[in-house]
Protein backbone atom coordinates (compact mmCIF):
# COMPACT_ATOMS: atom_id res chain seq x y z
CA UNK A 1 0.00 0.00 0.00
CA UNK A 2 3.18 2.30 0.88
CA UNK A 3 5.31 1.67 -1.82
CA UNK A 4 2.04 1.79 -4.57
CA UNK A 5 1.00 5.40 -2.96
CA UNK A 6 5.25 6.35 -3.69
CA UNK A 7 5.27 4.25 -7.16
CA UNK A 8 1.91 6.08 -8.33
CA UNK A 9 3.21 9.71 -7.02
CA UNK A 10 4.95 12.28 -8.91
CA UNK A 11 5.70 14.72 -6.20
CA UNK A 12 6.02 14.14 -2.57
CA UNK A 13 6.34 16.20 0.30
CA UNK A 14 7.94 14.90 3.41
CA UNK A 15 6.72 16.47 6.28
CA UNK A 16 8.89 17.50 9.65
CA UNK A 17 6.93 18.26 12.83
CA UNK A 18 6.77 21.95 14.27
CA UNK A 19 9.78 23.16 16.24
CA UNK A 20 11.70 19.76 14.47
CA UNK A 21 13.85 17.26 16.21
CA UNK A 22 16.65 15.18 15.10
CA UNK A 23 14.03 12.26 14.27
CA UNK A 24 11.58 14.14 12.20
CA UNK A 25 14.13 15.43 10.19
CA UNK A 26 16.70 12.76 10.02
CA UNK A 27 13.89 10.36 8.91
CA UNK A 28 12.21 13.09 6.61
CA UNK A 29 16.24 13.36 5.45
CA UNK A 30 16.52 9.89 5.16
CA UNK A 31 13.15 9.16 2.81
CA UNK A 32 14.77 12.08 0.87
CA UNK A 33 18.03 10.59 -0.34
CA UNK A 34 15.91 7.24 -0.70
CA UNK A 35 13.22 9.05 -2.90
CA UNK A 36 15.70 10.55 -4.74
CA UNK A 37 17.06 7.17 -6.22
CA UNK A 38 13.39 6.29 -6.82
CA UNK A 39 13.39 9.81 -9.29
CA UNK A 40 11.21 11.42 -7.65
CA UNK A 41 10.42 14.89 -7.21
CA UNK A 42 10.45 16.06 -3.59
CA UNK A 43 10.11 18.64 -1.04
CA UNK A 44 11.19 18.93 2.50
CA UNK A 45 8.62 21.05 4.54
CA UNK A 46 8.61 21.72 8.02
CA UNK A 47 6.49 24.64 9.03
CA UNK A 48 8.42 26.30 11.54
CA UNK A 49 10.83 29.11 9.54
CA UNK A 50 13.44 28.76 12.09
CA UNK A 51 15.11 25.11 12.34
CA UNK A 52 17.17 24.28 15.07
CA UNK A 53 20.97 24.99 13.55
CA UNK A 54 22.69 21.78 15.53
CA UNK A 55 20.78 19.87 12.87
CA UNK A 56 22.60 21.57 10.36
CA UNK A 57 24.97 18.22 10.01
CA UNK A 58 21.85 16.37 8.63
CA UNK A 59 22.34 15.59 4.70
CA UNK A 60 19.22 17.76 3.30
CA UNK A 61 19.52 20.41 6.10
CA UNK A 62 19.50 23.05 3.92
CA UNK A 63 16.87 21.90 1.32
CA UNK A 64 14.34 22.51 4.56
CA UNK A 65 11.76 25.14 3.29
CA UNK A 66 8.59 26.53 4.74
CA UNK A 67 6.67 26.84 1.73
CA UNK A 68 4.27 23.95 0.48
CA UNK A 69 4.59 23.42 -3.22
CA UNK A 70 1.70 23.65 -5.41
CA UNK A 71 1.84 20.60 -7.77
CA UNK A 72 2.42 18.22 -4.80
CA UNK A 73 0.45 14.75 -4.83
CA UNK A 74 1.39 12.86 -1.39
CA UNK A 75 2.67 13.63 1.37
CA UNK A 76 4.77 11.66 4.54
CA UNK A 77 4.93 12.66 7.90
CA UNK A 78 7.17 11.99 10.46
CA UNK A 79 7.56 11.44 14.39
CA UNK A 80 3.87 13.66 13.71
CA UNK A 81 1.89 12.24 16.94
CA UNK A 82 -1.33 14.16 15.99
CA UNK A 83 -2.23 16.03 12.43
CA UNK A 84 -1.65 19.27 13.91
CA UNK A 85 2.18 18.61 14.66
CA UNK A 86 2.15 19.18 11.11
CA UNK A 87 1.61 22.43 10.92
CA UNK A 88 -0.36 22.63 7.72
CA UNK A 89 -3.99 21.25 6.09
CA UNK A 90 -3.51 19.47 2.46
CA UNK A 91 -6.41 16.96 0.94
CA UNK A 92 -3.27 15.06 -0.46
CA UNK A 93 -2.75 11.54 0.19
CA UNK A 94 -0.84 10.97 3.96
CA UNK A 95 1.31 8.11 5.15
CA UNK A 96 2.08 8.82 8.49
CA UNK A 97 5.09 7.34 9.65
CA UNK A 98 5.40 7.43 13.38
CA UNK A 99 6.03 5.76 17.07
CA UNK A 100 4.00 7.70 19.25
CA UNK A 101 1.60 5.95 21.63
CA UNK A 102 -0.98 8.80 21.71
CA UNK A 103 -1.09 8.88 17.16
CA UNK A 104 -4.50 8.72 16.03
CA UNK A 105 -4.06 7.25 12.95
CA UNK A 106 -4.55 10.61 11.02
CA UNK A 107 -2.84 9.20 7.74
CA UNK A 108 -4.74 7.67 4.57
CA UNK A 109 -1.81 4.83 5.28
CA UNK A 110 -0.17 4.67 8.70
CA UNK A 111 3.09 3.05 9.67
CA UNK A 112 3.43 3.65 13.91
CA UNK A 113 5.43 1.45 15.82
CA UNK A 114 4.92 2.48 19.44
CA UNK A 115 7.69 0.12 20.38
CA UNK A 116 10.32 2.05 18.68
CA UNK A 117 12.34 4.02 20.14
CA UNK A 118 12.42 6.71 17.14
CA UNK A 119 10.75 7.14 14.31
CA UNK A 120 13.79 6.71 12.31
CA UNK A 121 13.82 3.07 14.23
CA UNK A 122 10.28 2.86 12.16
CA UNK A 123 11.98 3.99 8.91
CA UNK A 124 14.81 1.41 9.13
CA UNK A 125 12.80 -1.20 9.61
CA UNK A 126 10.84 0.40 6.47
CA UNK A 127 13.94 -0.01 4.61
CA UNK A 128 14.82 -3.45 5.65
CA UNK A 129 11.60 -4.75 5.14
CA UNK A 130 11.21 -2.95 1.36
CA UNK A 131 14.75 -4.41 0.71
CA UNK A 132 16.08 -0.39 0.68
CA UNK A 133 19.70 0.07 0.42
CA UNK A 134 21.14 2.01 3.33
CA UNK A 135 23.77 4.57 1.93
CA UNK A 136 25.86 6.88 4.11
CA UNK A 137 23.79 9.88 4.32
CA UNK A 138 20.77 7.53 5.03
CA UNK A 139 22.59 6.13 7.71
CA UNK A 140 23.60 9.34 9.01
CA UNK A 141 19.74 10.68 9.57
CA UNK A 142 18.80 7.51 10.68
CA UNK A 143 21.43 7.05 13.37
CA UNK A 144 21.07 11.32 14.61
CA UNK A 145 16.75 10.33 15.56
CA UNK A 146 18.06 7.23 17.10
CA UNK A 147 20.89 8.93 19.43
CA UNK A 148 18.19 11.65 20.10
CA UNK A 149 15.28 10.43 20.93
CA UNK A 150 17.15 7.28 23.23
CA UNK A 151 18.76 10.18 25.26
CA UNK A 152 21.91 8.94 23.76
CA UNK A 153 21.28 5.59 24.83
CA UNK A 154 20.22 6.43 28.27
CA UNK A 155 16.28 6.52 28.31
CA UNK A 156 14.16 3.51 29.44
CA UNK A 157 13.10 2.39 26.29
CA UNK A 158 16.43 1.23 25.03
CA UNK A 159 16.91 -2.33 24.59
CA UNK A 160 18.38 -4.95 22.38
CA UNK A 161 16.53 -3.72 19.52
CA UNK A 162 18.13 -0.26 19.70
CA UNK A 163 21.36 -1.21 19.96
CA UNK A 164 20.93 -3.56 16.81
CA UNK A 165 19.78 -0.93 15.07
CA UNK A 166 22.73 1.30 16.30
CA UNK A 167 24.77 -1.34 15.14
CA UNK A 168 23.45 -2.08 11.74
CA UNK A 169 22.98 1.84 10.92
CA UNK A 170 27.20 2.57 11.91
CA UNK A 171 28.14 -0.35 9.92
CA UNK A 172 25.99 1.40 7.10
CA UNK A 173 28.24 4.43 7.40
CA UNK A 174 26.95 6.44 10.32
CA UNK A 175 29.38 8.34 12.18
CA UNK A 176 28.48 8.29 16.09
CA UNK A 177 31.28 10.89 17.10
CA UNK A 178 29.68 13.43 14.52
CA UNK A 179 25.73 12.83 15.94
CA UNK A 180 27.37 13.16 19.06
CA UNK A 181 29.38 16.14 18.82
CA UNK A 182 26.36 18.12 17.07
CA UNK A 183 23.49 16.77 19.41
CA UNK A 184 25.24 16.96 22.61
CA UNK A 185 28.60 18.67 22.95
CA UNK A 186 27.69 21.81 21.21
CA UNK A 187 25.48 24.36 22.78
CA UNK A 188 24.79 28.08 22.17
CA UNK A 189 25.92 30.58 24.84
CA UNK A 190 22.08 31.46 24.72
CA UNK A 191 21.08 27.41 25.76
CA UNK A 192 24.04 28.00 28.66
CA UNK A 193 22.35 31.34 29.71
CA UNK A 194 18.70 30.14 30.15
CA UNK A 195 19.75 27.29 31.65
CA UNK A 196 21.22 29.25 34.28
CA UNK A 197 17.99 31.54 34.66
CA UNK A 198 15.49 28.75 34.76
CA UNK A 199 17.72 26.51 37.63
CA UNK A 200 17.68 29.33 39.25
CA UNK A 201 13.69 30.16 39.05
CA UNK A 202 12.96 26.26 39.15
CA UNK A 203 10.21 25.45 41.47
CA UNK A 204 9.71 22.22 43.56
CA UNK A 205 6.47 21.12 44.16
CA UNK A 206 4.34 18.12 44.97
CA UNK A 207 6.56 17.06 48.22
CA UNK A 208 9.51 17.74 46.07
CA UNK A 209 8.19 15.03 43.45
CA UNK A 210 7.65 17.29 40.42
CA UNK A 211 9.95 19.77 39.22
CA UNK A 212 8.32 22.81 38.11
CA UNK A 213 9.51 25.63 35.51
CA UNK A 214 7.95 28.78 33.70
CA UNK A 215 9.21 29.77 30.77
CA UNK A 216 7.98 33.53 30.33
CA UNK A 217 8.97 35.11 26.51
CA UNK A 218 11.02 37.71 28.32
CA UNK A 219 13.33 34.53 29.22
CA UNK A 220 13.72 33.64 26.16
CA UNK A 221 14.01 37.45 24.49
CA UNK A 222 16.65 38.11 27.23
CA UNK A 223 18.84 34.96 26.35
CA UNK A 224 17.83 34.50 22.65
CA UNK A 225 17.06 30.79 23.46
CA UNK A 226 14.64 28.67 21.62
CA UNK A 227 11.81 26.39 22.54
CA UNK A 228 14.07 23.27 22.40
CA UNK A 229 17.25 24.77 24.21
CA UNK A 230 14.70 25.50 26.81
CA UNK A 231 13.52 21.69 27.21
CA UNK A 232 16.78 20.02 27.44
CA UNK A 233 16.76 21.42 31.09
CA UNK A 234 13.68 19.70 31.79
CA UNK A 235 15.29 16.42 30.61
CA UNK A 236 18.32 16.88 33.06
CA UNK A 237 15.40 17.46 35.76
CA UNK A 238 14.57 13.78 36.45
CA UNK A 239 18.03 13.07 37.36
CA UNK A 240 17.23 14.72 40.87
CA UNK A 241 16.64 12.12 43.61
CA UNK A 242 13.21 13.26 44.09
CA UNK A 243 11.71 14.29 40.87
CA UNK A 244 9.44 11.83 39.19
CA UNK A 245 7.63 13.91 36.74
CA UNK A 246 9.03 17.90 35.43
CA UNK A 247 6.84 20.53 33.41
CA UNK A 248 7.58 23.05 31.83
CA UNK A 249 4.98 26.04 31.07
CA UNK A 250 5.86 28.53 27.71
CA UNK A 251 4.02 31.84 27.44
CA UNK A 252 3.40 31.75 23.90
CA UNK A 253 3.82 34.35 21.24
CA UNK A 254 0.61 33.98 19.80
CA UNK A 255 -0.92 34.11 23.02
CA UNK A 256 -2.02 30.38 25.46
CA UNK A 257 0.51 28.11 26.68
CA UNK A 258 3.02 25.49 25.39
CA UNK A 259 3.37 22.55 28.14
CA UNK A 260 5.75 20.05 27.92
CA UNK A 261 5.68 16.92 30.45
CA UNK A 262 8.67 14.84 31.16
CA UNK A 263 8.11 11.74 33.61
CA UNK A 264 10.16 8.86 34.82
CA UNK A 265 7.47 6.23 34.62
CA UNK A 266 5.26 6.47 37.69
CA UNK A 267 2.97 9.25 36.17
CA UNK A 268 1.57 8.86 32.33
CA UNK A 269 3.17 11.90 30.15
CA UNK A 270 1.15 10.96 27.07
CA UNK A 271 -2.44 10.24 29.67
CA UNK A 272 -2.06 13.51 31.42
CA UNK A 273 -1.76 15.39 27.99
CA UNK A 274 -4.45 13.63 26.30
CA UNK A 275 -6.52 15.22 28.78
CA UNK A 276 -5.47 18.80 27.84
CA UNK A 277 -5.55 18.04 23.61
CA UNK A 278 -2.34 17.18 23.09
CA UNK A 279 -0.39 13.79 23.61
CA UNK A 280 3.63 12.17 23.06
CA UNK A 281 4.93 9.38 25.04
CA UNK A 282 4.52 7.69 28.46
CA UNK A 283 7.94 9.25 29.32
CA UNK A 284 6.89 12.34 27.34
CA UNK A 285 4.57 14.27 26.10
CA UNK A 286 3.25 17.82 25.34
CA UNK A 287 0.23 20.27 24.44
CA UNK A 288 -0.88 23.84 23.23
CA UNK A 289 -2.93 25.51 25.25
CA UNK A 290 -4.62 28.78 23.19
CA UNK A 291 -6.78 29.78 25.83
CA UNK A 292 -6.21 32.47 27.80
CA UNK A 293 -6.28 31.54 31.72
CA UNK A 294 -3.37 30.52 31.64
CA UNK A 295 -3.54 30.02 35.25
CA UNK A 296 -5.87 27.68 35.78
CA UNK A 297 -4.23 25.41 33.29
CA UNK A 298 -1.10 24.74 35.16
CA UNK A 299 -2.56 24.13 38.60
CA UNK A 300 -5.23 21.81 36.93
CA UNK A 301 -2.23 19.33 35.33
CA UNK A 302 -0.56 19.46 38.90
CA UNK A 303 -3.96 18.97 40.20
CA UNK A 304 -3.70 15.70 37.94
CA UNK A 305 -0.63 14.80 38.38
CA UNK A 306 -0.96 14.84 42.01
CA UNK A 307 -3.40 12.40 42.05
CA UNK A 308 -1.48 10.14 39.64
CA UNK A 309 1.02 9.92 42.08
CA UNK A 310 -1.41 8.63 44.82
MN1 LIG B 1 10.44 10.77 17.98
Redesign the pocket.
Known amino acids: MVLELIDSSEHIVLIAHKNP?A??LG?ACAFYSYLLRLRKKVTLFCASSAINPNLAFLPWYDKVTDRFPEDADCMISF?CGSHSRMGIEKKLPLINI???ISNDLFGSVNIIDTAA????ETVYDFFVANGVKINGKMALSLYA?LV??SRCFSAPGCNAKTFATAHALIEAGADHATCIEWLYRRRSLASLRVRGILWKEMRLLLDGRLAFFDVRLSHMEETGATISECKKVLEEALGMRSVQAAMMQFEHPRGGLKISLRTDGTVNASKIMGSFGGGG?IHRAGTRIEEENQESFASEIIMMIQKEFE
Open positions: DDTSDDHHISTTGDDH
